[in-house]
């Protein structure tokens, strides 16, 4: 596995839902996981602008960096993200289609939003 780049997630640690997520692929990534740094959106805006990325945009959709990578979001992020856990493979082999990919972005960005509306940090 040590053949894996280093991937940085940029996702919503307020996010009770997206912690657990994060412990679960954890879990299952095993050694891969190990090449995954976990970075807070609330605490990394500086490094988010950055790179070009509005820290508002980084809360409402995942964004994930491959090492010497573009970033990629969304759908996209979650494939790159997956690809690299055997049992999620066929997983983000699935998402990725197009139709099926565009359809659970939709679901997607509308759970997001209904979420952060709840919780009052709607941008």
Not at 4 to 20: A, N
Not at 78 to 90: D, G, K, S
Not at 96 to 121: F, I, N, S, T
């Amino acid at each position: 596995m040590s053949d894996l780049l280093p991937l940085k997630v940029y996702y919503d640690g307020i996010c009770p839902g997206c912690r657990r997520d994060r412990a679960r692929y954890e879990r299952w990534a095993g050694e891969a996981g190990k090449r995954v740094a976990w970075c807070d959106v609330t605490e990394h805006q500086d490094l988010l602008r950055e790179k070009g990325i509005d820290p508002q945009a980084a809360l409402l959709s995942l964004h994930v960096e491959e090492e010497g990578g573009p970033i990629r979001e969304g759908i996209d992020a979650y494939v790159l993200l997956m690809r690299r856990v055997p049992r999620l493979r066929p997983i983000a082999w699935l998402i990725g289609l197009p139709g099926l990919k565009q359809m659970l972005r939709r679901l997607y960005d509308g759970w997001v939003r209904r979420r952060l509306a709840r919780e009052g940090r709607l941008p």
